[in-house]
């Protein structure tokens, strides 16, 4: 019989120890997509307040969190950090998309089991990097802010593809670009390249989560833009900043109409 799938799934989400972490977000993609993993949906989803993470970094409230110069070492691996962190949260975040809810079809597993190994990938690369730098993962503090959001969507799947994907998400692939350059300034090509494979790889994250919000609006007699931007109003108050990586947003299924309307609350915000 094969292995449970929220189970697999679970167990990444809990682990503590990075380099286990990375290796379970891995199988659980590949034992899924090769059918060593089932489907179970009979066990207890919840329970899961807190995912697991190493001891450090440190996690402190966003507003003391030190702005660094990017010209100096420090700041230079600081912003490597902090990318590295957001991947780290992203891996716990694909894992509670899978175990948290379980009444969607086998392409929505397909869709995110796969996200959670890449962005074990994305967070490889980035420790590596920081490596080189002479820094460690955990060297500096960081918030909690990602993971605090997925427990405010566990009770909705529809819910979390609109906040997670389309919102968090979507704002990395307006403000990597801008990354990018920077990094470039100061001539570290090995980052620019490692951030344009996360750019690539965030593109499909992001569309599976436009996809999957479509699916569960359609099942609900949903108007997924009127929907959204409801929820966007609810859930984010400050507004939404630009500018927008509009060509990416558009193949993340973005529609004009969408981008028109993010555009207006720009402008308001």
């Known amino acids: 019989m094969p292995k449970d799938l929220f189970a697999t799934a679970a167990q990444c989400l809990r682990c503590t120890d990075v380099d286990r972490k990375l290796a379970l977000a891995a199988a659980l993609a590949d034992d899924w997509q090769s059918g060593r993993l089932g489907r179970d949906p009979s066990g207890i989803s919840g329970g899961l307040e807190e995912a697991g993470r190493p001891v450090r970094p440190e996690l402190v409230a966003p507003s003391r969190l030190v702005q660094r110069r990017l010209h100096t070492p420090e700041g230079h691996a600081a912003l490597i950090h902090a990318v590295a962190h957001i991947e780290f949260n992203a891996i716990n975040l ?19 089991t796969r996200v959670a190994a890449e962005e074990a990938y994305h967070f490889s690369l980035l420790r590596e990097r920081l490596g080189q ?39 990395g692939l307006d403000v990597t670009p801008g990354m990018m350059q920077r990094l470039a300034t100061i001539g570290d090509q090995a980052s620019v390249a490692i951030l344009e494979i996360i750019l690539r790889d ?25 929907t959204y931007f409801s929820l966007l109003e609810q859930h984010l108050p400050g507004g ?29 915000s």
Do not use: I
């Open 94 to 112: 694909a894992c509670d998309a899978v175990y948290r809810f379980r009444d969607l079809p086998d392409a929505y597993y397909t869709d995110w």
């Open 133 to 171: 730098l002479g820094y460690s993962y955990g060297d500096f503090p960081a918030h909690n802010g990602l993971w605090e959001l997925a427990l405010n969507t566990a009770h909705d799947a529809l819910l979390r593809m609109a906040l997670v994907p389309r919102v968090m998400e979507a704002r």
């Open 202 to 226: 965030e593109v499909g994250h992001v569309e599976a989560g436009s996809r999957w919000f479509h699916h569960l609006c359609a099942q609900r007699g949903l108007d997924p833009e009127q």
């Open 240 to 268: 939404v900043r630009c500018p927008l990586h509009k060509v990416a947003r558009r193949e993340a299924g973005f529609s004009e109409s969408e981008l028109g309307r993010l555009e207006a609350l720009c402008k308001k």
